[in-house]
């Protein structure tokens, strides 16, 4: 692989599908300074993507969180009309297709066909992983996970998962890139399901779940544990760094004392099977009657609100 | 139990266990106006945790987090010489002794002795149940777990829990005294190990031990998958809102489609033992990598100090 790892606005960055991640992607690449080609195989998802990036700087700009006028930012999208062209020169693509893996493996086999040999592509599979996907082509060396959580340009982590075949210097590229936009870089350094982030998530919630279904907490007592409990120091120091001060000598310390517990816990569990219908139900009753299914919408409206007032507070913290 | 369900000046509250939990309970229930009678078994204990809340208050006071000044709070604090006269006239008791089923339960009988027919009694217990402490004493029907977070004057989640003796009176009296003093109250509304604060934090703790024994991440890389990540909606939505909101028909629909990947990941652990000495070492000497031991202190300040711009960014929030 030779080539610098730099992306310039000579070299802009593809996002290919063009959904709620692709489109988000490109808000973060564009806010960078970055030109960014946006290409769906739906030319009117791809053609909406635009308006609807437009609004989002717009609702970023109130918050105060853009150094430009939200006009110079959408002035670096442009549409791509075909594959090739989003990737011609590029130096960068983010995909963003439908999470299955045969379609992820077409893509691939596509964009080996058309990319030239310098090309880097991250994925944002949120569990699919690379090597189920992408090898034994050309461009495999030159292809990772770049997973996101939604939305990019708001929350800032970004899981870099390898395949197997993903050359060093492509991890390399990534992480110089994504931190040039600002992102929190994560490196898993071996695949597995999940990832990271879904993992730890995906082990929260197996607990939640079976509280409510023993009818020890409802939905809302549960995560009232969490926003108003364990969120606080989640949201600024992580799991570790939360143990690691919580105990007099630090993360030893805390293991002794409250290892056996957490074992127990984890025993207490083993015997749990998948989420049945029944379950289900129950917990969709639960939430229903907190919140009406028609206003899902309007909460994610509210999340995207509270989620840009976090990002400020953030940035306000650091700056101390 | 014949008693209102009010705590005031005339009926103060009563500490008992004055380390940091209890010295940060006092600091609660005198920040909201209760008189706040403050006794723990060793004097010196005692007669430290005034000066301490004095200056815990007074940070609180440089965040703009009190309604009036900080010496007014503290004239609410007195020194208690002895249990009696601790709890003689108080409606409330807040225990914090050391979190040990044979001191509670020695605690609970000395507290029986000497409490009058009204007095109610929480306890700071993080995972011990009030029914392996609290049974067959005259008080028993006034007992229950009241689970703060660290410190509970910031952090206001507090897990309710009634032993099976507790009367429901008892957890209504709680629950109303909480809410009045600005504390988010939890109800668990059977007994578990754990309750549920813990046993949410040991699900995902056990998780990501697992992920730094098998080398996939780095403490600091799970750290920054939380803090980056999963905990900026946490920290104000929980982990059910969260799901709820991110499958376009709700949380039925997000555990059809994400269900199965979450029990296989859960599956993936059911082999796990205990953490043993070995990946203890490891995730020591991981974390020590980022903060040497001697450091820990400095970090604790610097934690508090993050969570007092959290609670006003908080408060911030509710307004709007």
Redesign the interface.
């Known amino acids: 692989m030779s080539r610098s790892p730099e992306v310039t606005n000579d070299r802009p960055v593809a996002i290919i599908g063009a959904g709620l991640v692709g489109a988000g992607w490109a808000i973060a690449f564009a806010r960078a300074g970055l030109a960014v080609r946006v290409y769906d195989a739906n030319p009117d998802t791809a053609a909406a993507a635009l308006p609807w990036a437009a609004s989002q700087l717009d609702a970023l700009h109130r918050h105060g969180l853009l150094e430009e006028a939200p006009q110079q930012i959408v002035a670096r999208l442009t549409l791509a009309h075909s594959l090739a062209e989003a990737v011609d020169g590029a130096a960068y693509a983010q995909e963003s297709v439908l999470e299955r893996v045969d379609v992820k493996r077409r893509l691939m086999q596509d964009i080996d066909a058309v990319a030239d040999e310098t090309l880097v592509v991250g994925s944002s599979s949120s569990?699919i992983m690379a090597s189920d996907f992408a090898l034994d082509l050309a461009i495999s060396p030159r292809v990772l996970i770049a997973h996101p959580?939604?939305p990019p340009y708001?929350?800032?982590?970004v899981?870099l998962v390898p395949s197997r075949q993903t050359a060093p210097q492509t991890v390399a590229f990534a992480d110089t890139l994504m931190r040039g936009i600002g992102q929190?870089?994560?490196?898993?350094?071996?695949e597995?399901?999940?990832f990271?982030?879904?993992?730890?998530?995906?082990?929260?919630?197996?607990?939640?779940w079976a509280?409510?279904r023993?009818?020890?907490?409802?939905?809302?007592?549960?995560?009232?544990?969490?926003?108003?409990?364990?969120?606080?120091?989640?949201?600024?120091?992580?799991?570790?760094?939360t143990?690691?001060?919580?105990a007099p000598?630090?993360?030893?310390d805390y293991?002794?004392r409250l290892?056996?517990?957490?074992?127990?816990?984890?025993r207490?569990?083993?015997g749990?099977?998948?989420?049945d219908e029944q379950l289900?139900?129950r917990?969709?009753q639960?939430?229903?009657s907190?919140?009406p299914?028609d206003q899902?919408a309007a909460?994610?409206d509210w999340?995207e609100e509270?989620?840009m007032?976090?990002a400020v507070?953030r940035r306000?913290?650091k700056r101390?």
Chains 1, 2 share one sequence.
């Not at 708001?154 to 982590?157: A, G, I, M, R």
């Not at 990271?196 to 939640?208: D, I, K, S, T």
Request: proline share 4%; aromatic share 6%.
């Open positions: 569990g959580v939604n708001l929350v800032p982590v899981e929190s870089v994560v490196h898993v350094r071996k597995i399901e999940g990271v982030l879904n993992r730890l998530q995906a082990a929260l919630l197996r607990e939640a509280l409510q023993d009818g020890i907490a409802s939905c809302e007592d549960i995560d009232k544990t969490v926003r108003d409990g364990l969120g606080w120091r989640w949201s600024f120091m992580g799991p570790f760094e143990i690691d001060l919580n000598g630090g993360v030893a293991a002794a290892g056996p517990l957490y074992h127990s816990i984890a207490s569990r083993i749990d099977g998948p989420w289900i139900a917990v969709e639960d939430r229903r907190q919140l299914v899902l909460r994610r999340r509270r989620l007032e976090f507070a306000e913290a101390d």
